[in-house]
């Protein structure tokens, strides 16, 4: 594991190129963060560890480095690590090389907020309770399937009646 504090560098080159982003490359919230990197125009490297996969010495070593928790994503700056999702996602939009990509005014960056915030509470849990049997985390059952089915058509509805009016979540 490399999370060591020490590279650290001071130039903005190396801001946008010297982050290693820790987490399996097909786990959702790591891909997220990946995608996210990729609009903002900033470079970061996967490295692939799964804390689950680690021995006890491994996870002690990125626990005390990175993330106490413990959890992927983690993101490994210049300035140091920095967990969770949307964290991550809210510095890489605000640091990136796309400058509109957090909102171009105070209005259009708590739009962005507002909508993370949603993203949040109402899809993440129906989609990731939704796809728990397709990766192996639940067993199948139909009547739950389509109930949760019918939950994410109500919450995807509020994101395309919003898009009806605009072509982007936020800004022009």
């Excluded at 700056?77 to 796309?98: D, M």
């Excluded at 949040?120 to 059952?141: D, L, Q, W």
Aim: charged share 25%; net charge positive.
């Amino acid at each position: 594991i490399s999370c060591n504090k020490k590279k650290i560098h001071t130039n903005s080159q190396a801001l946008f190129s010297n982050m290693e982003l820790h987490g399996a490359v097909q786990h959702p919230y790591v891909l997220r963060v990946s995608l996210a990197a990729e609009y903002a125009g900033v470079e970061v490297k996967p490295n692939g560890f799964v804390p689950q996969k680690a021995d006890k010495e491994q996870l002690k070593d990125y626990q005390a480095r990175a993330n106490p928790n413990g959890q992927v994503p983690c993101l490994v700056t210049p300035e140091g690590p920095l967990s969770e999702t949307r964290s991550i996602l809210r510095y890489l939009a605000r640091t990136g090389k796309n400058k509109t990509l957090y909102g171009a005014t105070p209005f259009e960056q708590a739009q962005v907020d507002q909508w993370l915030d949603w993203e949040a509470k109402e899809f993440s849990p129906i989609f990731m309770a939704y796809a728990m049997p397709f990766v192996g985390r639940a067993e199948y059952n139909k009547p739950v399937h389509d109930e949760y089915v019918e939950d994410l058509k109500k919450v995807v509805k509020v994101l395309n009646d919003h898009l009806k009016k605009r072509q982007y979540i936020v800004g022009k």
